[in-house]
């Protein structure tokens, strides 16, 4: 086993030339992230382990990835029938908890939901168009693509609910984290400090238990198809929903962040996960998320010129 890691680096440095895009590209960045997450993953790697000694111990691995996926599935099934219901004005008639059957013809108006039964070629539901839950309240801005973009109220709320704990996703962001930017801080008026419902909470979340500090990209990703699925009429989980691909749909929201197209669009990705992180962290975490570029201060100016 120990020559496993030689033979990691060789394929490292021949995906290096190959598209980014590529299904043994992607695997291989998703097998990078596992490392990050799951340390233990490189010990077995570098191991003295056998062969069937590895197999078992990665399907554990998997048992425990299904089961905690199929957690959120059924979680989420739930709870987005209640966020549904608290729309306004409310659907009708009401979204069931239990039953998936039809929930998503709730959401569509009936000439556009005939359409795509019919198959119609110009209303195709693909991985390639964004569903309008991806956006702030609901809009798509042709001019301005990236407008409100993966700053949907539905999407934080899944977020949340999955990484930081069911009540979280009750809060509301707005009212429990004012916007102060464009005051002074002479204007500042801070509130008596009070603990929150999620520091009420001894039970430690998913991003506790896996020390995430900060939103990324692939977690964003996940919860956005785990979100498509509770919105959907389908009863059981499938990758494939007849035209939308959800391995597809998951790839292309991790393209947007991991291979920006310019330098603009790449400072776009980096304010929208300073977004994320303001949401969901709060600010008090900022040097966790946006740790300071300490090389460039000035003590470290001053200690290069002593």
């Not at 233990?40 to 990665?58: G, H, N, P």
């Not at 987005?80 to 729309?87: G, N, S």
């Not at 310019?262 to 709060?282: H, I, T």
Request: glycine fraction near 2%; proline fraction near 6%; hydrophobic fraction near 35%.
């Amino acid at each position: 086993m120990m020559d496993v890691l030689p033979l990691v680096h060789l394929i490292h440095r021949k995906l290096m030339h190959l598209n980014p895009q590529t299904p043994q590209n992607r695997r291989y960045q998703t097998y990078k992230k596992l490392l990050v997450w799951c340390p233990s993953v490189r010990k077995l790697v570098q191991s003295s382990a056998d062969s069937f000694e590895l197999a078992e111990l990665y399907s554990k691995l998997n048992r425990g990835a299904d089961a905690a996926r199929a957690d959120d599935t059924t979680s989420l099934k739930f709870i987005i029938a209640v966020w549904l219901m608290q729309m306004v004005p409310t659907p009708k008639p009401s979204i069931q908890c239990r039953d998936k059957s039809g929930r998503c013809n709730l959401l569509i108006i009936y000439s556009v939901r005939e359409a795509i039964r019919s198959y119609h070629p110009d209303y195709r539901v693909t991985s390639y168009s964004w569903p309008s839950f991806l956006y702030k309240d609901g809009q798509y801005d042709a001019i301005n693509p990236t407008k409100g973009f993966l700053k949907g109220e539905l999407l934080l709320k899944a977020v949340k609910h999955i990484f930081t704990s069911p009540t979280s996703a009750e809060e509301d962001p707005e009212t429990s984290q004012p916007d102060t930017s464009a005051e002074t801080p002479s204007q500042v008026h801070l509130p008596k400090r009070q603990r929150t419902a999620g520091e009420r909470r001894t039970r430690c979340d998913v991003a506790g238990l896996l020390q995430m500090k900060s939103m990324q990209p692939r977690a964003l990703a996940y919860a956005a198809v785990q979100l498509r699925f509770a919105l959907s009429s389908a009863g059981a989980w499938r990758i494939i929903d007849d035209d939308f691909d959800h391995n597809e749909f998951y790839h292309n929201i991790v393209d947007y962040f991991e291979l920006p197209s310019s330098p603009d669009a790449a400072q776009d990705v980096e304010n929208l996960l300073l977004w994320w992180n303001r949401q969901v962290f709060g600010r008090r975490n900022v040097s966790h998320y946006r740790p300071q570029k300490t090389s460039t201060m000035s003590v470290a100016m001053t200690a290069r010129r002593a």
